[in-house]
């Protein structure tokens, strides 16, 4: 899957304990228009079920751990994150689900764009028509 990919952070840490710096464009590579966090996450419950128009997002797992299944719509793929050095890049039209959140799970994710509900596709048959559209030649 071309377009996922893990970012491993440095640790900035020493005697005193550990520090991660995330800065946009440099790190993480898109400008940051916003920032929101899980937490408190049922752990019975799964969540996401949509794929963005138009979104670059990195998501950390602070705490805890949380599996992301991301679909590009020909290819599904397991990522696991479970350590805050480590960040989960999504761009492009890709279906994403949450689950198996652990009980004291944290998840933080930056995002490049304010919240628009207009920018999600929430109805899967929807996100496979907008692939297969994107990946169908202009006539
Ligand atoms: C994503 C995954 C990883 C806002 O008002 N502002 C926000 O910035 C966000 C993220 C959500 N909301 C509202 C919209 C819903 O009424 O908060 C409610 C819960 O959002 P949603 O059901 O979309 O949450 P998740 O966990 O299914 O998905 C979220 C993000 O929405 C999504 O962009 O990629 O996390």
């Known amino acids: 899957m071309s377009s ?23 790190n993480i590579p ?16 799964s969540r996401g079920y949509h794929a963005h128009y138009d979104l670059e997002q ?16 020909q290819t599904k793929e397991r990522v696991t994150l479970n350590s805050p050095d480590v960040g989960l890049h999504i761009k492009g039209l ?21 919240y628009k509900e207009s920018d999600y596709i929430r109805d899967y048959d929807t996100f496979l028509r907008e692939v297969r559209n994107e990946d169908s030649p202009a006539q």
Do not use: P
Not at 10 to 23: F, T
Not at 30 to 45: G, H, S
Not at 58 to 73: E, R
Not at 96 to 106: G, K, L, T
């Open 4 to 26: 996922t990919n893990l970012i491993s952070f440095e640790m900035l840490g020493d005697e005193r304990g550990s520090l991660i710096s995330l800065e946009q464009n440099k």
């Open 30 to 45: 898109f400008t940051i228009k916003r920032v929101y966090y899980l937490f408190d996450t049922n752990i019975e419950t």
């Open 58 to 73: 990195v998501a950390i797992c602070l705490k805890g751990s949380v599996t992301f299944l991301l679909d590009d719509g």
């Open 94 to 114: 890709k279906w994403r689900e949450m689950h198996d959140f652990s009980e004291d799970s944290v998840l933080i994710v930056l995002a490049s764009d304010l």
